[in-house]
């Protein structure tokens, strides 16, 4: 018999993915026809959620010849995967773990000059020559060689007999912020830095610094290649507009498990926080947050059952969730979407972030692992 799924799922479009990238790629040429930039497609964090594995592949199919992702581990599991792209490695590299670099064909940040002579040391080991990206810290004070301080900390690295420099970024820590001054400071530090990098002898083939919401608001940050995340999966950072046709790849649904009346002054949840106040039927819904839904949902978010939002009432439960379906004739069974369109509405994960006080990162990332993902569009 065939593995049976639970009725909480995420449905995954890989036909979307890939016009979304498509439809990024055909924007950067519009925009800038010579010398059009190239792309860094970021699966980090399990492709926010949408599965690495599925979705580096439709990448691939879709042509992107770079990913990226947060960690050795996570640039492993691609590989063993079959992902023949280049893999970068955002995040910081332990020395515990570098041998992953070799067996992976993985391409490091470096970004400090401790990192700098572990990778050295392991790629002397390995007889190797090592291509690796260089990380600027231009003010988000996270990861990053200091950008005024290169003429003291890079020149031992740029020495290094196994390590060639192939590409130097940054990182914007305010861009989805149109208020914030920092970003184009760190416009101006990042520049600063490139010049320095060069006055010390260094060639680097390319340049980045541009993440999803840096992409949609200044062309002057492209550079030659640019990283969009979220814009893959079809999420616009808030608060920005979007300028790019793009289509959501992400749907998350279930099923009403059960339908039952409440009398008015009746209570229902944990807490008993919701009291109706008059006769009300509600439906039990298999999804809470052990699947990745916010507690914060009850009382403020809703569902669409039958092509109509039905308020989450009561309290998100490990497993249930529970939605007010009053007049909606409701049955078991029925088609429950948390995130996506049903009918003619729709509940996108930036409005759920809005709802809760939260990013559409964190939504679609928190998706949990026992929810099954079902794809399509491959």
Known sequence: MPERIRPTVARVDLGALKSNYRAIVDHLARER?????GVIAVVKANAYGHGAV???RALEDAGADLLACADIEEGAVLRAAGVRAEILVFGALSVSDLDGLFDGRLTPTIS???AARAVQAAAARYKARLRYHLKIDTGMNRLGFRFDNLGRTLPELLRSGNLELDAVFTHFATADDPESPLFDEQRRRFEQALAAVEALGARPRYRHAANSAALLRDPRVWFDRVRPGLLLYGIVPPPLAPTIEL???MTLMSRVVAVKGMRALETTGYGARFTAKRATTIAIVPAGYADGLDLRLAGRGAVLIRGRRAPIVGSVCMDMLIADVTGMDASPGDEVVLIGRQGGDCIDAREMADTIG?????IVCRVGGRIER????A
């Open 358 to 362: 939260s990013i559409p990162w964190e």
């Open 112 to 114: 400090s000059p401790g």
């Open 33 to 37: 026809p010579a010398g059009t930039p």
């Open 247 to 249: 289509t959501p790849v």
């Open 374 to 377: 079902v794809y399509a569009g």
């Open 54 to 56: 599925q979705i580096a």
